[in-house]
């Protein structure tokens, strides 16, 4: 059975470097046998958070946000690509995770974080890790940190250069934890009903 992964991606600037990595993820758990899919808030465009998805008496969430609601839940892992923005967040993923709550709940998260600096988006995973895990997410501890974003990827996410040649090395690890979990976290789903 291949993982179904959703990747989220959250920037809404002009000139979306993290695409990139975001790309490279698609693609490389794809050659890996997984079902993964790029979920880019921009792109969904959800509006600013007012009522969360339980919020809506059922059948009335708009219909992007009940499309969502039904990946995430027959999603078996998620990765959160995530920039940094003044050692936090960045808020149009945070927007969208919190659209949702107990749609997340026992599946796994890993976070790859990047930057254009050197310390690869470090701030906003630590940040990350903790909401993840307050939102039901089981948060693998391995993540991808890339810096110098620009030069690491290419426009079509392909690794480039010394920070492309790290990224490379790096994934099979993160990869790897993440599908450990995943299959833990399946399995386990299968014979016991979450407590909650």
């Known amino acids: 059975m291949a993982d179904r992964i959703l990747i989220f991606y959250g920037s809404y600037r002009s000139d979306r470097q993290g695409i990139r990595l975001a790309d490279f993820l698609v693609r490389s758990f794809g ?34 946000l009940e499309a969502l609601a ?4 027959s999603a078996d892992a998620f990765v959160f690509v995530t920039g940094e923005y003044n050692w936090g967040q960045q808020p149009g993923l945070k927007n969208l995770t919190d659209h949702f709550l107990e749609e997340w709940f026992w599946r796994p998260a890993a976070i790859a974080s990047y930057s254009a600096g050197r310390l690869a988006g470090a701030h906003a995973s630590v940040a990350w890790h903790g909401t993840l895990t307050e939102m039901g997410m089981v948060v693998v501890s391995s993540t991808l940190p890339v810096g110098g974003i620009g030069h690491a990827l ?25 599908a450990w979990w995943t299959a833990a976290a399946r399995e386990h789903r299968a014979r016991v009903a979450p407590p909650y």
């Open 70 to 73: 039904d990946k995430i839940r």
């Open 154 to 178: 290419d426009a079509e996410g392909r690794p480039t250069g010394d920070s492309g040649a790290s990224l490379t090395r790096a994934f099979p690890r993160f990869a790897d934890d993440l």
């Open 31 to 64: 050659e890996r046998g997984a079902e993964a899919e790029l979920i880019d808030a921009k792109a969904i465009g959800l509006p600013m958070l007012d009522r969360m998805y339980k919020e809506y008496p059922a059948g009335e969430a708009p219909p992007a």
